[in-house]
């Protein structure tokens, strides 16, 4: 089982930047996947941006936020980022951090085996 732990979230104008972390711990698990959700209020939770976790560092992300979010990792911390920049008042939302053993269907939260509690993301008109 893995503990994924997030950080970064916070309230900032339109315009800003944010800068997420998610801290992976753990033993005996096998991490393929690594993504970000997120869930405003009143909607489902939707997928933002993900990242091949082994064999490469391919990622992947929503076309909202092509352009203004980057995905990173490093596996010697066992972290993955989020970069987001540009940020919109539609990006206002809960941000969750997943890990999942998939080697394919990144986009998809339901093959994701481990969560966060996750952070919240508020922007300001």
């Known amino acids: 089982q893995v503990q994924l732990v997030e950080s970064g979230g916070g309230l900032v104008q339109a315009g800003g930047s944010l800068r997420l972390s998610c801290a992976a711990s753990?033993?005996?698990?096998?991490?393929?996947?690594m993504g970000w959700f997120r869930q405003a209020q009143g909607k489902e939770r939707e997928f933002v941006a993900a990242?091949?976790?082994?064999?490469?560092?391919?990622?992947y992300y929503t076309e909202p936020v092509k352009g203004r979010f980057t995905i990173s990792k490093d596996n010697a911390k066992n972290t993955v980022y989020l970069q987001m920049n540009s940020l919109k008042p539609e990006d206002t939302a809960v941000y969750y951090c997943?890990?999942?053993?998939?080697?394919?269907?990144?986009?998809?939260?339901?093959?994701?085996?481990?969560w966060g509690q996750g952070t919240q993301v508020t922007v300001s008109s």
């Open positions: 997943a890990a999942g053993p998939q080697r394919v269907g990144v986009r998809d939260a339901s093959l994701y085996d481990s």
């Open positions: 753990g033993s005996g698990f096998s991490i393929n996947a």
């Open positions: 990242i091949r976790w082994s064999g490469g560092s391919t990622e």
